[in-house]
């Protein structure tokens, strides 16, 4: 768990720090959460006898992901790589330990 940083004797950013920090642990929960859930959609796909890589599921996520970034004034180059992270992160929980 990250702890909260020095806010430097600025009024109010040693709150926000500390709010920071509070949603990166959230964030950090949510991709735990995110990976078991690959993990079992991996076994799915094994028994199914699917291959783990499905790009144009893939796509979709990050077209999703694109329109969230739009919709909230966030530049989509950002939204796009942090997502592609987070599929390359959870097809590599979907596939198994040699």
Do not use: C, H, Y
């Not at 942090?82 to 596939?95: F, K, M, N, P, Q």
């Amino acid at each position: 768990m990250i702890g909260p940083s020095d806010g430097k004797g600025l009024p109010g950013l040693a709150d926000l720090r500390v709010e920071i920090e509070r949603i990166d642990n959230q964030l950090l929960d949510l991709v735990v959460r995110r990976v078991m859930v690959a993990r079992r959609i991996g076994a799915a796909k094994r028994a199914a006898g699917l291959p783990v890589l499905d790009p144009q599921r893939e796509a979709t996520v990050v077209r999703r992901a694109a329109t969230f970034a739009r919709d909230n004034d966030i530049r989509e180059e950002d939204i796009r790589g942090l997502v592609w992270s987070l599929i390359g992160l959870t097809r590599r929980a979907e596939t198994p330990d040699p």
